[in-house]
């Protein structure tokens, strides 16, 4: 209500939905420093760009393949609204790494952050990768979005020794169904 009223308002925050929502222009800083300025969906970007190298992955941990598959086992970046999709990541590891936890997320074209789940925290697993071995892993979930276009990031990491690998917006994908709004898609029945 302030800001339509002409007043100019500064919204300092890491929450980055709400900057992306409330401001149509941001400023990020670095160490007192401007390191980008712009409309917020683009500054925002850079935000969890900026994330991404401050967290260094150590780079023990190659990704080799990413895909996409529609519930049939068929390769798509295409989904309808609600339906099941699966990720398979192939990973390699120049030495033995155990107890890794796998991070998965959905964001939208403009940056924000729409879904962010750790293996540990949501299925209690962990993954041990030997040296020189390559392992697949899958993860289903629906597509429970707007119609729309979304990236999907992954990462691994281990709680003493940090991230191994760090792989933001590493796949885009399409959703198809009606116009609807909102950041989720939720099931109805009319």
């Known amino acids: 209500d302030i800001a339509s009223s002409g007043t100019t308002v500064i919204f300092i925050s890491h929450n980055i939905p709400a900057v992306i929502e409330l401001c149509p222009k941001a400023v990020l ?38 895909e996409l598959r529609s519930a049939d086992g068929t390769l798509s ?14 990973l390699t ?8 936890t796998m991070g998965f997320s959905v964001k939208r074209t403009d940056g924000m952050l729409l879904f962010d789940a750790n293996s540990d925290k949501v299925a209690g697993k962990y993954f041990t990768l030997g040296a020189s071995e390559s392992k697949a892993i899958t993860i289903k979930f629906r597509a429970n979005l707007p119609q729309g276009s979304y990236y999907l990031g992954v990462f691994f ?21 009606p116009k609807t709004l909102g950041c989720a898609f939720v099931d109805t029945i009319w």
């Open 93 to 100: 590891s120049d030495t033995y790494v155990d107890g890794m």
């Open 157 to 177: 990491y281990t709680p003493l020794k940090g991230f191994h690998l760090y792989a933001d917006e590493v796949l885009g994908f399409h959703v198809t169904g």
């Open 77 to 90: 970046n295409s989904f309808a609204m609600g339906r099941w999709a699966s990720l398979r990541v192939v």
């Open 29 to 66: 800083l670095g160490k007192g420093q401007i390191q980008r300025s712009g409309p917020s969906a683009e500054v925002c970007r850079s935000y969890f760009r900026a994330f991404a190298e401050a967290n260094l992955a150590d780079k023990t941990i190659q990704l080799q393949a990413v």
